[in-house]
């Protein structure tokens, strides 16, 4: 029996911390944010000083990003567009050592309709 993304989805859930976008809002400043959407999607609209680095290369850029280098125990806020690119790309990040790394439950599409600042790159 195979499995979908969504079932993907929901495992890494079980294995992550998570975070509302309250928190997220409310401690943005002392943590990184990690916009791991396409680059369409984050040029149309990101959260304040979000960093984009598609989840599809997620494991081989996120070391040679100068915000990334020896940053494994920095505080990291993971977002997509809904919650499930986060939470995969929160269990990589955790897999590769960044501890502290939390996937925003809601995504962008509930930042935006909660009314909370967009900034364009």
Known sequence: M???ALDLVAAAKKNITLCDIETVR???SSHLILDVREPA???AGCLPGAIN???GVLEFKISAHPAFQDSQNAKIFVYCLT???SALATESLNKLGYTHACSMEGGFTLWKESGLQVDKP
């Open 2 to 4: 195979s499995i979908t």
């Open 26 to 28: 409310k401690d943005h």
């Open 41 to 43: 999607e984050y040029e």
């Open 53 to 55: 680095i598609p989840r």
């Open 83 to 85: 919650g499930g690119r």
